[in-house]
């Protein structure tokens, strides 16, 4: 199984911050590498995918980066609607797998 | 759009089966791939597996020997059942849409069924 290791687990920011996220994969995955947004309560939302794609309707402040082992989710100015938890998860071969994912606090 | 929506028991007793049906509108199941992921209370998502229409499916190791999926397209519904389940498998359940190959991306989900396991 591919092991998504993400850091930090949590952060705390004020709005206007940059924040970035990093997801490190046990084995190369190319760009098979999707990001996620949860908020409590709710299913997670598709951010990113295929490493640095922007889904549609996702604000132009959230980008994603990486290929091989090493990825990042950036946000470039943080709004109070971003305050949740942020996984990543790969897509390049079965089983699926997570990272554990990263909260993000005022 | 596509919308997905859990169904099934809050409660399932230790040792007995669980079974939850995720029905999707908008859009067709045929033709595509369908997933199931769980979340225990507070923690991180755990893949369970997926499903295609024409009834192909891959699980998780961890869950293999416990865990089947089915489909029917007359209803547009697909299915997950987990036997022996015990007090670890409580969790918030998901269905989602499987985008490009598998394990592919989801998107979208649908809300979420917390199952509890007790007694």
């Known amino acids: 199984d591919i092991l998504l290791t993400q850091s930090p687990s949590s952060l705390s920011a004020s709005v206007g911050d940059r924040v970035t996220i990093t997801c490190r994969a046990s084995q190369s995955i190319s760009v098979y590498l999707n990001w996620y947004q949860q908020k409590p309560g709710k299913a997670p939302q598709l951010l990113i995918y295929a490493a640095s794609r922007l889904e549609s309707g996702v604000p132009p402040r959230f980008s994603g980066s990486g290929s091989g082992t090493d990825f990042t989710l950036a946000i470039s100015s943080l709004q109070p609607d971003d305050f949740a938890t942020y996984f990543c998860?790969?897509?390049?071969?079965?089983?699926?797998?997570f990272g554990q994912g990263t909260r993000v606090e005022i | 759009q596509v919308q997905l929506q859990e169904s099934g028991p809050g409660l399932v007793k230790p040792s007995e089966t669980l079974s939850l049906t995720c029905s999707v509108s908008g859009d067709s199941i045929s033709s595509y791939y369908w997933s199931w992921i769980r979340q225990p209370p507070g923690k991180g998502l755990e893949w369970i597996g997926y499903i295609h229409s024409s009834g192909t499916a891959n699980y998780s190791p961890s869950l293999k020997s416990r865990v089947t999926m089915s489909h029917d397209t007359s209803r547009n519904q697909f299915s997950l059942r987990l036997t022996s389940v015990t007090a670890e498998d409580t969790a918030v359940y998901f269905c989602?849409?499987?985008?490009?190959?598998?394990?592919?991306?989801?998107?979208?989900w649908g809300q979420g069924i917390l199952v509890t396991v007790s007694s």
């Open positions: 998860q790969q897509s390049h071969s079965t089983p699926g797998t």
């Open positions: 989602a849409k499987v985008i490009g190959s598998p394990p592919g991306r989801f998107d979208p």
